[in-house]
Every structure is written in structure tokens, then in C-alpha cells.
């Protein structure tokens, strides 16, 4: 058992997670949106773990998002409810969504296409149950979703109403806000996401069919919502919990906000090559940014002249950004803590998050894994 350590203490690779910072991330979100009367559907996929979600919605265990049917399974035998698995339905995924929506009180499935909605209305649920069907819109974000301006978005939202499955919401996620840099870009996202779902949502009720929430989200745009957003029911974010260096390059979060570290080991000294070697490679760390920060493959805390420059399976490799390295200044065995590019990608790669105040360890989390 790692609980009652320090966290300096811990073996390397180590998953930190600061519960103070969490803590905060997840309070200034929630009363974000309470504020523009806006209901929170936090998003799983970031950590995976019951006791993020527990923070997340407050201690309800109520109106979660999730991208994997084992989340999906994870959280309902953990005491959730009211899931959305929002993810194209997968063809061969039908049956166990079935058996999530007899089960539970509220199971949530996402379409985007009439062949998905056609599987659903050929499995009739028992129980009484309806499929809680949501429609997938693109607005702009050029991943899953049918174009909000192509009348067959339209035409799937009058299919999915029109039973035995029940329009349940319209999602949008604005994953441009991604490709921002500073907030009144994020804002700019985050205005025309929420305009044209609005827009989508007047087609509906001008046609006359009922749908009684608009959803968008992303970290970067629900961290600096526009007044345009307190016109939606729900907004999605996920990534908050954590935040990361990808989310303070955008404009999402200050470093402050950072709750991870991947902490690892010196050992290895090669002054030929004036370069360090590091006990954490690829599978502790995930290669996501490509190695395109000024500091290579994360930032290294303490030492902004650090850079990460390369990765094999289990090893790293860090020199100076620029001139001679100082490897009396960091001995065989020191500790360094690595601020991760993507923190979904990193926490995907531990099987245990070691969650600490003020250094102390006091909990471990077991994330969920798997599809």
C-alpha cells in the first residue's frame, strides 16, 4: 500500500494527482454554470474513477458522459446513474446497451446516422423502457455528428422522436476550441457552437418535434463560457479534473491548475551526449504532444531549461534546452516530476493514481480500463 507515503517516496513512474487542486478545478466549474442556471454533465474519460466522479457531480453520482461502454458498465456498478455513453453507437455494442438501459433508472445512447437509429427500433427494450436517444450534430468541429445544416440531421431527429425511441437532447462538442490560442479565441468557439445548436434547436420546434436539452462542451470552452451558454440545458466538459499543459497552452487554465505529475527517476549520466536518462518512457507518459513543446515531450517542473527530447518504451531522455548540463545538479536517483501534455493520455497509462495533500498520499484510485 502507497496511502500514508510521500509522494517522494513513491516508486517511479508515478500517477500524482494533487486532491487540493482538483478539488478547485471542480468547485470553480460547478458554480461556473450554476451561475448561468446550466446543468453540469461532467465527462468520465479523463479519469475514469469513481471517486473523480464522485467530485464531479457533487457526491449525486447523478448525469455523467462517458465514451467507453466500460466506463458506462464501471460507473452503474459503482452507484451511478443517468449515464449518456455519447459515442456513435457502435453496431456491435447494441445488446449491452440494451441490458445498461433495462438496468438503470436512466441509460443515454448517441446517434448520428439512420442506420444506428434502425438497430435501436429493431431491439425493443423490456420493462416499459424507451431507447433515450441522443442526436449528434457537427458544428464545425469536423469529427462525428451530422452537419447541422444538412436536412438529414433534421430528418434523423424527426426519426428518433417519432418512437418507439425518444429524443432525449442534441450534443455538439466544440473540439475547435482545441485549436485556440488565448480566451477571446475560446469564446469566439464557444459563441458560434452555442449559436448554431441554438439555431438547430428552433428547426426542431418549429417542426414540432420535442427535445428537451442542447449540450455542447469542451474544458476550453467551459472554462471561459459566454453569456450565449446560459440558453443550453447541459454542457459536457471533462478534461478539468486535471487540466494539463495542452489546456494552459490554449488559454483553458493557468499551471496552477495542473492537479498531475508523472514523477520519475535519474538513472542514467551520459556527458557525451549531454544527456540525462529517466525511469519513465512512453507507457508512463504517452507520446501526444509529439515532441513539439519548446521543453520536447512535457515540462519538467523546476527546471523550464529541461527538455524531454525523446522516449522509447521505458526510457527517457532529457538534456538542457540549450548548453552544458549540470549533472551535479541532478544525481543519480533524484526526482523529477513531468507535467503532462495531455493528461487523459497520461492517466491512461497508469493503473493506479496516487492522490495526495500537500504531498502526503492519501488515497489511490483504481481507473477503469478497457472498451
Excluded at 41 to 54: A, F, I, Q, V, Y
Excluded at 75 to 102: M, N, Q, R
Excluded at 108 to 113: F, G, I, K, P
Excluded at 188 to 211: I, N, Y
Amino acid at each position: 500500500m502507497q496511502a500514508g507515503r510521500r509522494v517522494e517516496d513513491l516508486p517511479t513512474p508515478a500517477f500524482t494527482v494533487d486532491l487540493d487542486v482538483v478539488k478547485t478545478n471542480v468547485r470553480d466549474m460547478t458554480e461556473r454554470f450554476q451561475a448561468l442556471g446550466v446543468n453540469l454533465r461532467p465527462h468520465m474519460k479523463t479519469h475514469k474513477s469513481l471517486e473523480g466522479g464522485d467530485l464531479m457531480t457533487g457526491g449525486t453520482r447523478r448525469r455523467i458522459v462517458v465514451s467507453t461502454l466500460a466506463e458506462a458498465r464501471f460507473f452503474a456498478d459503482g452507484g451511478f446513474d443517468d449515464i449518456l455513453y455519447a459515442y456513435p453507437l457502435p453496431f456491435d455494442k447494441v445488446e449491452e446497451c440494451a441490458a445498461l438501459t433495462e438496468r438503470l433508472e436512466s441509460f443515454h445512447v448517441l446517434v448520428d446516422s439512420p442506420e444506428a437509429l434502425a438497430l435501436l427500433k429493431r431491439r425493443p427494450l423490456h420493462g416499459g423502457k424507451r431507447w433515450k436517444v441522443w442526436l449528434k450534430i457537427d458544428c464545425e468541429n469536423e469529427r462525428a455528428g451530422l452537419r447541422h445544416t444538412d436536412p438529414a440531421a433534421l430528418e434523423l431527429a424527426q426519426a428518433i422522436a417519432a418512437g418507439p425511441t425518444e429524443l432525449a437532447g442534441v450534443y455538439a462538442h466544440c473540439g475547435n476550441s482545441y485549436h485556440c490560442q488565448r480566451v477571446p479565441e475560446i469564446q469566439t468557439v464557444a459563441q458560434a457552437t452555442t449559436k448554431l445548436v441554438l439555431q438547430f434547436m428552433e428547426k426542431l420546434r418549429e417542426e414540432g418535434v420535442p427535445c428537451p436539452v442542447a449540450s455542447i462542451g469542451s474544458t476550453p470552452s467551459c472554462s471561459h463560457p459566454v453569456p450565449e451558454m446560459a440558453e443550453l440545458q447541459e454542457v459536457h466538459p471533462g478534461n478539468y479534473i486535471f487540466y494539463d499543459v495542452q489546456q494552459m497552452r490554449i488559454g483553458s487554465c493557468q499551471l496552477k491548475d495542473i492537479a498531475v505529475r508523472v514523477l520519475t527517476r535519474v538513472i542514467g549520466h551520459y556527458p557525451h551526449r549531454n544527456q540525462l536518462l529517466v525511469d519513465c518512457g512512453w507507457t508512463g507518459l504517452s507520446l501526444h504532444s509529439l515532441g513539439q513543446l519548446p521543453t520536447g515531450y512535457a515540462l519538467v517542473e523546476g527546471h523550464p531549461d529541461l527538455k524531454l527530447v525523446g522516449m522509447t518504451q521505458e526510457h527517457g531522455r532529457i538534456e538542457p534546452v540549450t548548453g552544458k548540463l549540470d549533472f551535479a545538479q541532478f544525481p543519480l536517483g533524484s526526482l523529477l516530476a513531468l507535467i503532462p501534455y495531455h493528461a487523459c493520455a497520461t492517466a491512461a497509462m497508469h493503473p493506479t493514481y496516487h492522490v495526495h495533500v500537500k504531498g502526503q498520499v492519501v488515497a489511490l484510485w483504481k481507473p477503469v480500463r478497457g472498451w
